[in-house]
Every structure is written in structure tokens, then in C-alpha cells.
């Protein structure tokens, strides 16, 4: 149906452009899945704002630069951060190596798949478990664990695949963004080599552009040839004062639009939308509990209060997704995407 | 001269396609600072195998990565490492704030323009003139502190502005890739927030495209808006085996080519030669003691021994400054480049 209206739209277009009018009023919809209203105003006001040559708030393409949060953001992470789950499943896939794991924390919680014993093993359960599961072999060979599960995993509660479990008005918003000449990264508490494993095929964000936590790794040359190999400890953290950090040593840019939705982003918001000229923050808010999840102040897993706060005051854009989006899955036609 | 010849190259070309013929032979020369050589087709030879589609060697664009060090191979290192000298210059700004400077080693050394005495201080004599000179502020003032720098200093032997010591050849080679859809990057032992000062306009790479060693880091509020400061810690130091170890950090693919002239280089050549389908690495050797500087194997500065030995038999190319260049500085009336 969309697309249907956009072709009539584009025909019109280029009519009026033949007859020497303008045709913004009859372009298709770029955000068909954003409901009318403040929030989609607010994107489509500040995006003209930045792309409209010789006016005070132009910004050339080069300085561009838009940062995205991926997971609440981008995609669901409830019950729990879906690398979390991964975890857990790597967990069981290498429990038969490891019989002791029926018998120590946090392996027999999440053995048992016992997400809130998992939770209760505390910074230090989940430090374990990442390190057990995320270490230990080469960049090469972890994208390829993490490309086998990513494929053929479902998601706990929905049974989808988690790579459908993105919210489509933002595919269509990182669309909207690069045809607008934006380049658009992803500044995640994730880590880097799991979400470049699928982010440049479901979100078209190329591994370059993603940013992420990460172990430490060393370069090694081995018989077969020289390897990088994911050593068993914490390297960078990349949350909440960190997100600017670690912007500053990827980028050197200072964005001018950022988009998240819990307090963890909140430095990255405030970094972006203080700068000069025009610029613009986005929080979604997780009001949906029938198609998705209603959370906020006192959730564990992205959890939103200071944003909800102060974010008004600070003139960025609170995303209802209930009421701001008509769609929050793709269609599951859409899977080949 | 050149421009001449390039204009009747296109302007034959454009009536070959007129009257239905190909225009490869009639071309302009993409390298005209490079002489005809080995050196010279290898370079051309690899970028129309991995540009030619439909062939086994043909590369995506998206994955035509070409990682090049800055340190003697985009611009000289003789005397002493570029950065060295702005650190030299830096402690002689600030020495009326600091009495003590003129009777502390390395700092009396540096004021007194002794860079065998600076050399002498070993690594962390460096490593305490770097903490002076490049922590204690944000990374905007850094960059202005750069930018008046570079505009302003001169190289001590030449009298030349440190952006027209970049190499003409390397000049056109970054635009040859670029041209043929590679995304090059830097990769130096040099500091990231430094060479993005300047990497821009004088070698057309972006800040996001450059990487590099880097002190640690802070995020924080002050009344006037937030600020990221640079601290008196070393974050990472890009060099040997830490090269592939950043680009795969900073990229996430490994690079089909590399160009660097020192041992420092020799891990990043080979991570990136070493993968699938057609590599390319190259070794720019610094043996023009006339139009340069003559040195390698004995150098403290930008040593190059062991590439030496093992980068023919790896099919590296070698390049001769002397012999494979026939321009090693632009002129100076390209100094609005």
C-alpha cells in the first residue's frame, strides 16, 4: 500500500517538476510507520533544518553525523539484553565441556535458563559468563559463532528471529537520515564484533560505523596464518560517560543528532545537543505492553528516569511508541531484507 | 605540464567513446609523480584486478579497505618524528609557566633544541614531555593548539610547512584508491587527535578514517557545556603488532592493502596480506639523501630492517624513493590544496 502511494507520489512529482513547480507536498511518505504528530514533525523539521543550503542551521554532509544506541533503540532487550541470551545459549552449547558448570554459579543458573538467578550473580555472575562464552578464540572465529546463532535463534517470549525483532520506524529512520546524506553509527553498551556481525544487513550500518563494548585482543601469528585473538578481559565499556569517549576516539566528530532510550544514553545525548547550530536528541520511551514492552524508571535493563525528566527542558524528542508508531516489528515478509 | 597532458588524454578519450571505441590506453596517468616500474604497474596492475568485476579477484567496494601509516610514508620523519618537534615546540610556549623546566631533564633539552639529549631521555623522558604537552585540556583546545601549530611552524631543516613535507606521490596514490572506490585509512604510531587536525585537507581522509595512539580520556559536565579532557594516561599506542589489533577495533574488516616504511608497519602488511583473494602491501624505502633522507636498517627512527629482508618474499613492493619517484614534495603552489 505504501509503496503504491509513493509511486503515485513520484509520478506527481515529477509532473510538477515538468511544469516547473516544486514538489515537496506530493513526495511519498519517508517514515510511514511514525504516526503524524510532534515526534515526526520534530525529526522531518530538523532534517530540512540541516539540508537547506544557505540558511544558518545548514550542515554539511561531512559533519553529518548521527548516533543511535542499538539496544532498546534500536531493538528489543527485554526479558534481558539479547547478548545476554546469547550467552546463556553458548553456555549450553558448551556445557558438555565443562561438567562443573551443572554445579557452580552463574553457569547452572543459566544452564537452567533461571534469568533472575542469572541477574542476581551480579556484575561479577555476568562478568563470568561473558568471559566464558565471548573469549577465548579469534575475531574470525567468534563472527562465526555469532553469525550461526543469529540465525537460526529465537527470541524467548515471540519466537521471532532476533534480527526481527528491530523496530521498523527506525530502519526507516536510519533510511531516511542517509538519503539525507547523514552517516549513521551505532554507539552501544553491545558488544563491537557481535553487532557488526548483522548490522550491516539489518540496519545498513556498516562495521566501521558501529561502536560498541569490547575485550582486548592481541595479534597473533600462528602456522596458519596471523589471527586476532579475543583475550578474557574487559577493554572498554561503553555506556553513559562513555558513549562521548568513545564517539571522540572513533569518530573525532561531534554528532549533531543522537537517538536513544535509557539513561545509559543520556551522555551521549547530552554531548550531541549541546554543540553549535542545529541539533537533536530522540529518546524512545517504552510505553507498549501489548506489542512490545511498557518499562521505565525502575527497570533493571534500560532503565529511563533522568532522560524522562529532563529530556523535556532539554528540547529533546520523547518517542511514544504507542502512541508515535503504528508499527513496531517489520512484517515477517520483510525478512529477506 | 601535467594538467596539459591529462586534459588531451580526456579530451582524446571522450571522441574514442564518441565514435564507439574503449579509452584505457588514451587516458591521463592517475600517478604522474610516479616514474614507469615495477612499482608503479604493481600498484595499477592490483587496483584493475580487484575493480575488474566478474573476475576472482574482484572486490566489493564496500571492502576495498586501504590502511596507510603517516609517520615516513605520507610525510617525512627526519629529524625527528613530527610530533616530537610540536611537543619541543609546545614546552617552549609553556616554559614561562614552568621556571624548573630550564634545570629538568628532558624538558632542558627540549628548550635548548638538543634532540640528541631528547632522544637520550629514553622512553619516558618522551613519555613525561607528551604528558606536559599534550594533556591537561579539552580536546577542542587541542585542536586549536594543533591548528595554530601546523599553520604557523616550520621544519626546521627546510623551512617548509609540515603539510607540504606529505609526499606528491602518496598524494595521487590516495586519490587513485579513493577514485577506484577504496576507503583509505590512516593508521600511525602518530596521535589520533593530531593528525585529524590536519588529515582532512591535506590527504582527504576524514577524522573517522584515522587512527591512531591516544591518551585516555574523560567525559565531563563544567557550567559552560561538556567537555571531553585529555589525561595524563596513554590510552592505546598504535604501533607493531597493535596496528591490525586497531584496525580491527576501529574497522572491523581487514584491509586488502597497506602501505607503511618502517618495521613498525610490518604486523598491519602482514594482517593485511595475508587474508583471501588479491592483497597488496608496500613499502615505501627512504634512500634519497638528495631530494629526503637516505636511512633503514640502523635508523632509530623509522627502522626498516626485517621489511626489508622478508617484504620482497611476501611480494611487498618496494619502493625507491629515488628511483620510483620522479616528485617527492608537492610544489608550493599547490599549497591551497
Known amino acids: 500500500m505504501q509503496r503504491s502511494i509513493g509511486g503515485t507520489g513520484t509520478l506527481a512529482c515529477a509532473f510538477t517538476i515538468l511544469i516547473g513547480g516544486g514538489c515537496a ?14 515526534s515526526k514533525s520534530a525529526i522531518t523539521g530538523f532534517v530540512q533544518r ?24 534500536l531493538w528489543s532487550e527485554q526479558p534481558a539484553y539479547f547478548q545476554l541470551l546469547f550467552a546463556i545459549d553458548r553456555v549450553k552449547a558448551l556445557a558438555p565441556q ?59 517470549t515471540t519466537g521471532r528471529p532476533y534480527t526481527e525483532m528491530v523496530f521498523q520506524p527506525m530502519l526507516e529512520l536510519l533510511d531516511y537520515l542517509r538519503a539525507n546524506r547523514f552517516k549513521t553509527y551505532i554507539v552501544s553498551g553491545g558488544g563491537i564484533e557481535l553487532m557488526r556481525v548483522f548490522a550491516e544487513d539489518v540496519y545498513g550500518v556498516p562495521p566501521e560505523q558501529v561502536i560498541g563494548s569490547s575485550l582486548k ?40 543528532a543522537a537517538f536513544g532510550n535509557s539513561d545509559g544514553d543520556f551522555q551521549m545525548l547530552e554531548w550531541a545537543t549541546t554543540g553549535g547550530g542545529a541539533r537533536f536528541g530522540l529518546i524512545v520511551h517504552h510505553d507498549d505492553a501489548e506489542r512490545e514492552y511498557a518499562y521505565d524508571r525502575s527497570s533493571p535493563i534500560g532503565k529511563l528516569d533522568r532522560g524522562l525528566d529532563e529530556g523535556p527542558t532539554r528540547g529533546w524528542t520523547i518517542v511514544s511508541m504507542k502512541r508515535d508508531w503504528n508499527t513496531v516489528y517489520p512484517a515477517a515478509e520483510n525478512r529477506s531484507r
Chains 1, 2 share one sequence.
Open 98 to 156: 565443562h561438567p562443573d558448570w551443572h554445579t557452580t554459579e552463574p553457569f547452572r543458573a543459566a544452564l537452567e535458563g533461571d534469568l533472575h538467578a542469572v541477574a542476581e550473580s551480579g556484575e561479577e555472575g555476568l562478568l563470568e559468563l561473558v568471559m566464558a562464552t565471548h573469549a577465548g578464540m579469534t575475531t574470525d572465529q567468534f563472527r562465526e559463532i555469532v553469525r550461526a546463532w543469529i540465525t537460526t535463534s529465537r527470541h524467548p
Open 50 to 73: 540541516v539540508t537547506t543550503e544557505d540558511t544558518p542551521d545548514f550542515v554539511p554532509p561531512a559533519e553529518r553525523i548521527a548516533v543511535f544506541d542499538n539496544d532498546g533503540t
Open 217 to 256: 585482543t592481541e595479534f597473533e601469528v600462528r602456522s596458519t596464518g596471523p589471527v586476532i585473538k579475543r583475550l578474557p578481559e574487559i577493554n572498554f565499556i561503553d555506556d553513559k560517560a562513555s558513549k562521548p569517549v568513545a564517539i571522540n576516539q572513533h569518530i573525532g566528530r561531534r554528532p549533531i
Open 25 to 38: 507536498s506530493t513526495q511519498h511518505d519517508p517514515l510511514p510507520s511514525w504516526n503524524d504528530g510532534p
